[in-house]
C-alpha cells in the first residue's frame, strides 16, 4: 500500500513561501510524488537541508526534517545516515548552499561514496539572498552582484559530482517532471551517493534580471536552443526576447552515470549493509 502526494503534506505549514511562478513547487510536486509511490508514510524518511528556497520546502514534507545551517546539510546529513543506517536519508539543497557555501562537503560525500540522495535545485543564483551571483550563473547573466552582466564560468554541477565520485548522477528539469520523477525513482534506487541536479527557475530574480520572461516562459526555455527559442517565440508571444536569451543552455537529462561500487556503509559493515571490500 502507498499513499499520495497530498497526504504527505504539513498542511498546517501551508501557504508556502515560494514566489508565483517559481520552478521549485514542481520540483516538490514531483518528490512527493515519488515518495508517495514508495512509502505508506515518511517515518524512516529523513530529508535534511540547508539554507535557500529550495531547502524551505523540507519544512512542508511530513518526514523526519532537518532544517540546517548554510551550506552543511550533506555534513548533517552524513551523521544522521552514520547513526542512523536505517533511514532513507535525502538531502535538498540549492546551487548556493550545496555548491557556493557546501561545495567542499560535496566532493567529499561524492567521494566517500555514502549512501545518501542529494538532490540539488538549480536555479542559478541565490534565490533568498537577493539574486547575487552563483557559481552555477553562466557568462554574461545579470544579477544582483553582476550588474553589467557575470564574467566568470559556471559550475556543471553533474560534471563535478560524477568527477568527485559520485556513483549516481542524474539531471532533471521543472520543465519534464516526468522525466524527473524516473530519475528519482532511479536515484533512491540506487545505493551509494546519488545527486540529482534539477534545473528549476527563479522568477523573481534570475528571469526578473535577464527579461526571461515570467514563470512559464522560463520553463518554455530550459529545453530548447537559443535558435530553437528565437524560432519559436512567435507561438509564445507573452516571451520578451532581451539581453538574457543568450544564457540559457541546452543540457542533457536523464541518468548521466551510474557505477555500483561499495558504498562507505558497507565498507564499515553497518547494520544493513554487508561488508565489501573496497
Ligand atoms: S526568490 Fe526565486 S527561487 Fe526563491 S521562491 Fe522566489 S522565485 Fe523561487
Not at 185 to 214: I, P
Amino acid at each position: 500500500m502507498t499513499t499520495t502526494a497530498k497526504a504527505l503534506l504539513r498542511r498546517e505549514m501551508m501557504p508556502h513561501i515560494l514566489c508565483p511562478g517559481c520552478g521549485h513547487g514542481i520540483v516538490m510536486n514531483t518528490m512527493l510524488r515519488v515518495l508517495a509511490r514508495r512509502y505508506d508514510n515518511l517515518n524512516n524518511v529523513a530529508l535534511v537541508a540547508g539554507i535557500g528556497c529550495s531547502s524551505r520546502i523540507v519544512g512542508y514534507i511530513d518526514a523526519n526534517t532537518l532544517h540546517t545551517t548554510h551550506g552543511r546539510a550533506l555534513t548533517f546529513a552524513s551523521g544522521l545516515k552514520l547513526a542512523r543506517p536505517e533511514l532513507k536519508v535525502i538531502v535538498v539543497t540549492g546551487d548556493g548552499d550545496g555548491l557556493g557555501i557546501g561545495g567542499n562537503h560535496l566532493i567529499h560525500a561524492a567521494r566517500r561514496n555514502i549512501d545518501l540522495t542529494c538532490i540539488l535545485f538549480n536555479n542559478e543564483t541565490y534565490g533568498m539572498t537577493g539574486g547575487q551571483l552563483a557559481p552555477t550563473t553562466v557568462r554574461e547573466a545579470f544579477t544582483t552582484t553582476s550588474p553589467a552582466g557575470n564574467t566568470e564560468p559556471h559550475f556543471d554541477a553533474a560534471a563535478l559530482a560524477t568527477a568527485a565520485g559520485a556513483s549516481f548522477v542524474g539531471r532533471g528539469q521543472a520543465f519534464r517532471p516526468d522525466a524527473l520523477e524516473e530519475v528519482l525513482e532511479r536515484a533512491l534506487d540506487h545505493r551509494g551517493f546519488s545527486f540529482v541536479e534539477v534545473m528549476t527557475d527563479c522568477t523573481e530574480y534570475f528571469g526578473r534580471k535577464n527579461s526571461l520572461g515570467g514563470g512559464s516562459d522560463l520553463l518554455f526555455t530550459q529545453s530548447r536552443s537559443d535558435e530553437e527559442v528565437s524560432r519559436d517565440l512567435s507561438e509564445w508571444p507573452s516571451l520578451r526576447p532581451g539581453e538574457g536569451w543568450q544564457v540559457r543552455e541546452t543540457q542533457p537529462i536523464g541518468v548521466l552515470s551510474e557505477d555500483s561500487r561499495p558504498a562507505f556503509e558497507e565498507s564499515l559493515g553497518l547494520p544493513g549493509y554487508k561488508r565489501k571490500e573496497t
